[in-house]
């Protein structure tokens, strides 16, 4: 898989940058090693490009094997670049989804869009 990252205000010049294909299997290895309680759980993933995506995981009590939709928090803060503007889930979602058994997942963008060049990895 060849990934080229272009320039913007927050990242280096384009550069490409080699990496092995992964795989489903993988993907599912690597996510099933955090460790996510119940209630709010706050990760830095270190990713490609020595940068870094932090999420809140807002995990619902659930029994074994029961399904439980996720909602994602696309919170509106992309180009304020504040570091933990992820973890403003208590203003909308939380009160929103309040009665509901449902995961959160809230990734901050780091000051990009989600459609910059650095965050499609």
Request: glycine content about 4%; some cysteine; hydrophobic content about 40%.
């Amino acid at each position: 898989m060849e990934i080229h990252f272009l320039e913007t205000e927050f990242a280096p010049a384009s550069e490409t940058i080699e990496f092995p294909p992964l795989t489903i299997e993988e993907i599912e290895n690597d996510f099933s090693k955090l460790s996510i309680k119940m209630g709010i759980n706050d990760f830095s993933l270190s990713i490609a490009n020595n940068q870094t995506w932090d999420i809140r995981i807002i995990s619902p009590e659930v029994t074994e094997n029961e399904l439980v939709p996720l909602f994602v928090n696309l919170h509106g803060g992309a180009r304020t670049g504040i570091d933990d503007a992820h973890k403003w889930t208590a203003c909308l979602i939380e009160p929103a989804l309040e009665g509901t058994t449902a995961y959160i997942l809230s990734p901050n963008s780091n000051g990009l869009l989600w459609y910059d060049a650095a965050n499609e990895l």
